[in-house]
């Protein structure tokens, strides 16, 4: 870190450390601590710099992406709290220092093991983006077995609790055979691992809510079902000995991955988009950003249990991909890039375009409160066109280094270039 940087850090901590008072029983303030170290209440002001304290650390480069906000909180609770009410540089400058030693240090990698409840596969393994899929089989059950029993008699729980807590653990292991886990190997303490291993999952998933709305896929025609027969997203987190469990709000599809599916989904691109997905952020272009966006705000808008909220969502994908960097005029612009990407005619283009102008003014309605209606065929063409424009975008990413580049192309062919 920055000498000036660590110094920031210093000043800040003296700065809290010095509004810091004893809690006091019906006197209510943002922040209370009680631990071994100490005690201590933070008032609204002080516990302001406090979280911009902690935003300071997060947004280091290095240690956003291995430690929670979680656990930089725990670490400035006991570090404020040692402190006490009379803070000195002779006394903070140390444990700054020490608390820096340890982040900068830190390369334990952790497998997390997430249990999707709707997906099922034939093959044993297949890696999307940096998730591997696995699935369950008694092999593959014993193995993660075998790996919890080590850890639990690796603790320090008496013998009798550790044999209980293993028999435990493997029954609850048998409830997902059959299932499929996804396997996330990363350097990062416990919760961040779960937090980002469950962002990458979710990335994984919005592949395949793409692919199963691809028209030409066998998979598609697998999936004219109802709303009801679409459940909720669950999954079961296992990271070292926790479990943690989420259910999501977004809906996802009964899906089973067939050896034959697998050639579907590298000729659609799929598996050049799981490329993208391996990448660092800084070694992405802006346009994979911008499709790796699109491909999100697509998946999450046919995961939506309603009807005005899928819309929206349709619209942000649109949006994704054709706002100019100037942002004004969105709709028109919208209008005239979806209307250039989805067809040849002059006489097309411009009913495309009047279509998603007018779909733009409902967008309009719903999110400023004019509450226009969103039929079923407004919907079902905004659907078909934002999944025809992602797949345009798949097959055509080469193309392009930035969104710009793709809106001065727009921009090029609406003035008749080739």
Known sequence: MHPRKKEEIVQRLVKIACQAEIPELGKSRPKTYHGEDGIFALSKAAYGDYIELVRTYIKEEDWGPKFSEHYIRTA????????????????????????????????????????????????????????????????????????????????????????????????????????????????????????????????????????????????????????????????????????????SRRRFLPFHIRGDVLGEMREMGIFEVSDLLKKPDRMLTDFEKTLIRGIHWYAAARAQTESDNEFLNLVVCLETFFTPENKDPIAPSIAEGVAIVLAQEASVRLGIKKTVKDLYGIRSGISHGGRKAVTDSDLTWLREAALYVTEWMIKNRKQFNSRQQLCDWIELKRLGGA
């Open 76 to 247: 400035l609770d006991r570090i404020l709290a040692k402190i006490g009410q009379q803070p000195t540089r002779a006394a903070i400058d140390p444990l700054v220092d020490q608390f820096i030693s340890e982040l900068n240090a830190y390369s334990d990698e952790l497998a997390v093991y997430i249990a999707i409840h709707d997906l099922s596969m034939e093959v044993e393994s297949l890696e999307i983006g940096n998730i591997i899929l696995r699935k369950a089989t008694d092999e593959f059950l014993e193995r993660l077995a075998g790996r919890m029993d080590s850890i639990i008699h690796a603790s320090e729980k008496p013998d009798p609790a550790k044999k209980s807590l293993g028999n435990l653990e493997r029954k609850r292991f048998t409830r997902h055979k059959g299932r499929v886990f996804a396997e996330y190997h990363v350097v990062a303490e416990q919760k961040r691992a779960v937090e980002r291993a469950v962002a990458e999952c979710r990335r994984v998933l919005d592949l395949l809510w793409l692919f199963v709305n691809f028209p030409d896929s066998r998979a598609a025609s697998r999936f004219h079902i109802s709303i009801e027969e679409i459940g909720e997203i669950n999954m079961s987190v296992l990271c070292e000995n926790k479990f943690y469990a989420f259910n």
